[in-house]
């Protein structure tokens, strides 16, 4: 995996723990957003991943 794969992951974890501390105190509207911010880093961490995954198939063939 890239440095980039890593902070994508560390990232969208991260906005899912500043969500729920931030849901607790009771700012909805910002724990909406972090969970948003969260997704965009797993798509974008998905999208990249599978990238990859299916450049080395078509190698392989």
Same mark, same amino acid.
């Given at each position: ?10 990232? @969208?974890?991260?906005?899912?723990? @500043? ?6 105190? *009771?700012?909805?509207?910002? @724990? ?5 911010? @969260?997704?965009?880093? *797993?798509?974008?961490?998905? *999208? ?14």
């Amino acid at each position: 995996m890239k440095a980039l794969d890593y902070l994508l992951l560390l990232g @969208a974890v991260a906005f899912l723990v @500043a969500g729920y501390f931030v849901n607790s105190a *009771g700012n909805i509207e910002l @724990a909406s957003l972090m969970s948003l911010c @969260a997704t965009i880093c *797993g798509c974008i961490f998905g *999208g990249r991943l599978g990238g990859r995954i299916h450049k080395k198939n078509q190698e392989n063939k």
